[in-house]
Structure formats: C-alpha cells, structure tokens
C-alpha cells in the first residue's frame, strides 16, 4: 500500500536535524546580589519573617495586620517564617483568582 504525496508531512527529517544543530542554550536570568528587584524581595522577606515572629506565628494575627483570609494559609500552615515568606510573596495564600471567578458569576 503506498501513500499518495498529499498525505506525506511537508517537512522532512533532514530539515529538522539541520535545524535542531542550528538552535543554541541559551541562559535564563541570573541572580545577582546588587539587583534591585533582589534587594526588594529580600527586603520583603525581612518585613514578613519579622511579622511571623511578631505574632509567633498565629496565622488570624497576622492576616489581621495584613487585612487578607488566613483560610488558605490556616488549611496549608506555613512550617516556618521563612516558608511563610516566600508562599506569602508568590501568592501561595492569595485568593485574587477565586474573588475574579466569583465576580465573573
């Protein structure tokens, strides 16, 4: 049984070897201490790891001076400040995306 030319893909595997030795690995950003954004992320890990503390970690205290729902963060406790920090700062504990699928409704 043979194909017809239509049913063929249009590229062949010569093509595609010579263009994968032709892609190069490029770097993803780096870290660097002097960098701005980095100064003000640790910055802000110092603001939430002093907040942590300052309430020993009780999670409604310290939403309470955040003005935010400790739910998410009650239900996944943080183990440590620094935990606390870094989930708080990626959004971990947000519900942004829970109140827009509600306003959505």
């Known amino acids: ?50 907040l942590y503390e300052k309430y020993s970690g009780n999670l409604d205290d310290i939403f309470d001076d ?8 009650k239900k996944y406790p943080p183990k440590s400040a620094e935990v606390f920090a870094r989930k708080y700062r990626e959004g971990f504990y947000s ?3 829970d109140e827009a699928r509600a306003e959505a409704k």
């Not at 955040?66 to 963060?73: F, I, N, W």
């Open 95 to 97: 519900y942004i995306k």
């Open 1 to 50: 049984m043979s194909e017809s030319k239509d049913s063929r893909p249009a590229f062949s595997l010569g093509a595609l070897q010579a263009g994968a030795k032709s892609l190069r690995e490029t770097e993803g950003p780096t870290s660097s201490a002097g960098a701005k954004g980095d100064d003000e992320t640790e910055e802000m890990n110092a603001t939430l790891v002093s």
């Open 66 to 73: 955040l003005g935010e729902d400790p739910g998410k963060a």
